[in-house]
């Protein structure tokens, strides 16, 4: 795992190594045990950290270059079947330095160029220098996993894993806030793909590459797409259950290679547990677990969790917050988010994180269930019983913590959904199809919010965290299965094909999940009430978008009363403010060194 940063300058006016080792240096918490930077004169840059987790030798490091100079990658990541591509590779004539996945990256991309991508099965973000026709290629993973941002300017571009490296760079200083991302903000709590706060910055889609060569033409096009059953040749019953549980034990598996120690998140629910217990059972040590304690509260289950970890036989750890620490560590979760991303989740996936760093390198995580498996039974289940419509607004309503007619309150210049907007637009009427549209919409939209905001919180305390529901051979298998054998109406559950896995190891089950998630309605009247009404404050007309302070107040005191449960919606507000009170207006890079 590390992070990468850097540019490519068609004229050769990069910024100088000193400049870029400054931003190289803002990202030192991704990869704490090297830092470097790599530059081909003055026409591209490549900068990366490095956190050790495959050959941990200082040969490994990175930027790596090949021995003849022509050719240099930077990656953010790892790739789970390297030693399979590897072996091909040496059957080709290539000799390696090295045993981790670095070198292999590097010489694929050498011979097979973007072709390389899809041979890939793992997480990752690259910068791919090509001296063969002076190019540049940057590339994302098949789910987004791992991001990347890229800035491009008359004269090149510029990447980096973190966002506030892409406003330090000199030419992005004043750049112009994206109306139209904060108003998605404002509906969603987070940004898509694509898009991002300030105009000409984005980030790269999940499954995307791009290159960009001396003449400036720039080449964006997807790589990988999420497979789709058009023939209604599904896999069901048996069948399917033997090839899920099959794919899912590989794939954990792949995903526990490691030089470095390794644990697993867990939960009271279906997704880590099942993670967890596939890891127990191959591997010959005791595995750490690691989970969130809620001290009276009605969302915790560090007890549930606790007993699956006496099952699994895990050395099993809680981390508790409350509302002694819950100021603090919001604070902490502020300070750390680079860009607006309003889930409350993102505090106990920081502290989890933080208890685990302290006894391994690497943890895995349940990411990925509920999206390839209809995990999200809910608002999944009322469209595709026809109880809500199959509307883009309707569903877009069940993720917003403001209600349609809060957000045109609050929000008078806004609409609630802007009409030709893609994603959320459900065109079709048969319930098998949009279920399909469903898990495709959340699969493109949805998990790459989730998964960044899993790598801001433990790249902040240089843990790897790893998804094995997101490996290639999972989502191909998921693709097949029809959900008729995912979801249970009657008994109102999701993710049969896990829960079915998991009854081998925890043969009783809690049925609903709470997850990694906090109290937000009682801190927002609590610990956090002198936060957010600063916030609220303070709010106005911002980004170009007509705030209407007078209604974002009664929401606030309709909370305070207990009239109304408009935590989350408040949450949204604090994020955006305190967000934009550090990176709007305040210079970046004098955070570099001193971050």
Request: glycine fraction near 8%.
């Amino acid at each position: 795992m590390c992070g990468i940063a850097g540019e490519f300058h068609i004229e050769g006016g990069a910024q100088s190594s000193i400049f870029w080792g400054d931003v190289v240096s803002m990202m030192r918490r991704r990869g704490p045990d090297c830092q470097n930077v790599w530059r081909k004169g003055d026409s591209c840059v490549l900068g990366s950290t490095r956190l050790s987790i495959l050959d941990v030798d200082e040969r490994a490091s990175m930027p790596m270059v090949s021995s003849d100079g022509k050719f240099a990658l930077s990656l953010n990541g790892e790739i789970y079947n390297f030693r399979e591509i590897r072996r091909e590779l040496e059957s080709m004539g290539y000799v390696f330095k090295t045993s981790g996945d670095t070198e292999v990256v590097l010489y694929a991309l050498m011979e097979w160029g973007v072709g390389a991508l899809d041979r890939f099965n793992g997480m990752f973000a690259l910068a791919f220098y090509d001296g063969r026709d002076d190019s540049l290629l940057l590339a994302r993973d098949h789910a987004g996993i791992k991001p990347l941002y890229f800035y491009r300017h008359s004269k090149g571009i510029v990447f980096a894993s973190q966002y506030d490296q892409i406003l330090a760079y000199p030419d992005n200083a004043q750049r112009e806030l994206d109306r139209d991302a904060i108003s998605m903000y404002l509906r969603l709590g987070y940004i898509p793909s694509g898009m991002s706060p300030h105009k000409g910055v984005e980030m790269l889609p999940p499954g995307c590459r791009l290159r960009i060569d001396k003449s400036n033409v720039v080449h964006q096009e997807r790589w990988f797409s999420f497979p789709e059953q058009h023939d209604g040749t599904w896999v069901r019953g048996d069948e399917a259950q033997e090839l899920v549980t099959e794919a899912v034990e590989r794939a954990v598996r792949r995903h526990m290679v490691s030089d470095v120690p390794v644990g697993c998140f867990l939960s009271g629910g279906v997704d880590s547990p099942l993670i967890a217990a596939c890891v127990a059972e191959n591997s010959s040590t005791t595995i750490p677990s690691f989970t969130i304690g809620l001290e009276g509260v009605d969302l915790d289950e560090s007890e549930v969790a606790q007993r699956y970890a006496d099952a699994l036989g895990l050395d099993h750890e809680t981390a508790w917050l409350n509302l002694d620490n819950a100021a603090d560590l919001t604070v902490e979760a502020l300070d750390m988010l680079t860009e607006p991303m309003a889930d409350e989740g993102i505090i106990p996936t920081l502290l989890v994180s933080k208890i685990a760093k302290k006894k391994v390198t690497v943890a895995l995580s349940g990411e990925g269930g509920d999206e390839m498996f209809w995990g999200y039974y809910p608002r999944q289940s009322r469209i595709m019983r026809g109880v809500m419509p199959a509307t883009g607004e309707a569903y877009l309503e069940s993720f917003s913590e403001f209600t349609k007619t809060q957000f045109g309150r609050c929000f008078p210049s806004e609409v609630f959904w802007p009409q030709g907007l893609g994603g959320y637009s459900f065109s079709e009427t048969d319930p098998e199809k949009i279920a399909f549209e469903i898990r495709k919409t959340e699969y493109e939209w949805y998990l790459p919010f989730i998964l960044l905001k899993t790598d801001r919180a433990s790249m902040h305390h240089s843990l790897e965290v790893r998804v094995p529901f997101l490996d290639r051979e999972v989502i191909s298998v998921a693709s097949k299965l029809h959900p008729d054998d995912c979801m249970d109406f009657d008994a109102q559950l999701g993710k049969l094909p896990l829960r079915k896995m998991l009854s081998k190891y925890l043969p009783k089950q809690e049925k609903i999940k709470k997850g990694f998630t906090i109290p937000i309605d009682e801190w927002v009247r609590g610990p956090l009430y002198e936060m957010v009404e600063q916030s609220v404050r303070r709010l106005s007309g911002f980004g170009g978008i007509e705030v209407d302070e007078r209604a974002i107040q009664d929401l606030l005191q309709k909370h305070k009363s207990g009239e109304e449960n408009n935590g989350m919606a408040l949450w949204k507000v604090v994020v955006l403010d305190y967000w934009a009170n550090k990176y709007v207006s305040s210079p970046i890079i004098k955070d570099a060194r001193a971050g």
